[in-house]
């Protein structure tokens, strides 16, 4: 019988949507006349049904007492099984005749099984079940020549269930002075480019994109402006901003905030190493309206005023 292929008792979740129920009532009743436990989901949406299928045998994963497995059809038995997989632990594959379902089994331990209600004979879909519930994981199959798997493969199998099972699950973040995270809270050492004389920037994420950008004692930038509005924070020093587009300036220290509109022109003195976190929507972009030579009489000339 097909259940002495597993050490634990079988169990099928089946259901399909409108272009398989069909065939998949055929082959529920292939697995009752097995004595094999079924439980039939019916007929929904193929998402739904993959979805619903891949998430219950997923939970059943571990259950040491029953080997949960599913059954799902569709019109190509492609949509039902992208839905399955989904799930961790869930290894989904549409299979149109015996020898597909041999090597699904044996190669990647498919415990879901996914047919084409448009495409599949009733007559071929038995066959592909029976391959299905009768192949165990590592057996010989059309993929290994029909002959035992070299014990290298053999290995490699075994360790690809594991390391399958691993996929999408978060890494944990290393404490080491490459770690991107690690640098931001200690000292926010990104990788730095030099944006103008005495200004350096260090992009640390993008869209929306945000940055440190650092400047030197006495560095100027000249009036200029962005395609986007940005958002800074001053973590460090102080400077003196002067939004020529609504003429206007505000000078900014430690803890201050200012928002200047995209396209705004405006020009920027530092009067200690200072440090300021900046936020923007798109990719960077700097047009100058004037050289610094122009920057700096127009700053001495503000302080005589």
Avoid at 135 to 148: L, V
């Amino acid at each position: 019988m097909a259940q002495q292929s597993t050490k634990r008792p079988l169990k099928i979740i089946a259901g399909a949507d409108s272009f398989g129920c069909n065939l998949k009532d055929v082959l529920v009743s292939q697995l009752r006349a097995l004595n094999i436990q079924v439980e039939d989901l019916g007929t929904d949406k193929y998402y739904s049904v993959g979805e619903e299928i891949g998430r219950r045998v997923s939970q059943a994963a571990d259950d040491p007492a029953v080997e949960t497995r599913g059954l799902v059809a569709c019109g190509t038995g492609v949509g039902v099984a992208i839905f399955a997989n989904k799930f961790p632990g869930v290894y989904a594959a549409t299979c149109l005749n015996p020898d597909e379902a041999r090597n699904a089994r044996s190669i990647n331990n498919c415990n879901v099984l996914a047919v084409s209600g448009m495409n599949t004979t009733p007559e071929v879909a038995s066959d592909v079940l029976k391959t299905f519930l009768e192949t165990p994981f590592k057996s010989p199959c059309p993929a290994s020549g029909s002959n035992p798997w070299p014990d290298e493969i053999d290995q490699f199998l075994e360790n690809s269930i594991h390391e399958m099972n691993k996929i999408g699950t978060p890494k944990p973040v290393e404490s080491s002075s490459d770690c991107h995270l690690c640098s931001l809270v200690k000292s926010r050492e990104f990788n730095a480019v030099d944006i103008m004389p005495g200004g350096s920037i260090s992009i640390v994420r993008e869209s929306p994109t945000s940055a440190f950008v650092r400047f030197t004692a006495g560095s100027v930038e000249p009036a200029h402006h962005h395609t986007f509005g940005h958002d800074l924070v001053v973590l460090k020093g102080s400077k003196r901003v002067w939004n020529l587009s609504k003429g206007e300036k505000y000078d900014l220290g430690i803890g201050d905030y200012l928002f200047t509109p995209a396209g705004d022109v405006h020009r920027v003195k530092y009067f200690e190493d200072t440090e300021f976190f900046i936020k923007w929507e798109g990719q960077w972009d700097l047009f100058l309206d004037e050289d610094h030579a122009a920057a700096n009489a127009a700053i001495d000339k503000d302080k005589e005023n």
